[in-house]
């Protein structure tokens, strides 16, 4: 079995980490537990307050199934060329937010899909882990 | 609140298209219902006779946790700077796959994380489904 020939493990990234490297992307992986299993679907998110938010359409899946659940978001970056990479998960209770508590940062947040995404969702993380793999020099090239 | 000036809404990838986009990455997302809840954890995999396969240690969360039941798999590709993307998701059960029973694909398949990976898991996907954002033209600048 072919096995990578560098011995540097990934790295633990710290809570402070994790927070920094959060809010210098733009897409997310939201899973919840839904009524046909596990579902996940990606969306625009920022950073605001030490929680994350997003929004979304009333009807979608997501927007139905979140409120009051515990979520897991994933985001990370990849490098094709290193083969570097990090992640951070993200782990928490979704909460549908009405209009007046959502903060501007989030009305004005860029959503890449087209159309009104009327429902304002946030995240308070419980908990935030994350590693960093090391790439060119670690990795099975 | 902000909303894109695009009207161009995304569109929904056919099964074909989803199979024939999901090679094409080296990095997705597994989310999986785990003892303490929604667990995701991106992963390197390989896509070899319509199934998805990745590698992991036996005593990782993943490798506890994951056989024999149902998890989500997401792949996507995002261009950060025409803002489109396209992302896939197949639902299915994952199954540890014994040594003999492993194409030679899966055997060679690159890992990024140093270290074995002796636990090798199949996906054989019940559902599979995809859309696609189309970027510049019609995302919110």
């Known amino acids: 079995m ?21 809010p210098t992307e733009e897409v997310a992986r939201v899973a919840w537990s839904g009524p046909d299993g596990t579902a996940i679907v990606p969306v625009n998110y920022t950073v605001t307050h030490q929680s994350l938010w997003f929004r979304t359409q009333p009807y979608s899946a997501l927007g139905r199934q979140v409120h009051g659940g515990r979520v897991a978001v994933e985001v990370d970056h990849v490098d094709h060329v290193d083969k570097s990479a ?9 909460q549908v937010v ?32 994350g590693r960093r793999l090391w790439g060119r020099a670690d990795a099975n090239r």
């Open 98 to 129: 009405d209009g007046d508590e959502v903060p501007d940062s989030v009305l004005q947040m860029r959503v890449w899909v087209p159309g009104p995404r009327s429902l304002v969702v946030r995240v308070d993380p419980v908990e935030v882990t």
């Open 2 to 22: 072919t096995t990578p020939s560098g011995t540097r493990p990934p790295a633990v990234l710290t809570a402070y980490d994790c927070w920094r490297l959060l």
């Open 86 to 94: 990090w992640s951070v998960v993200a782990i928490g209770t979704a």
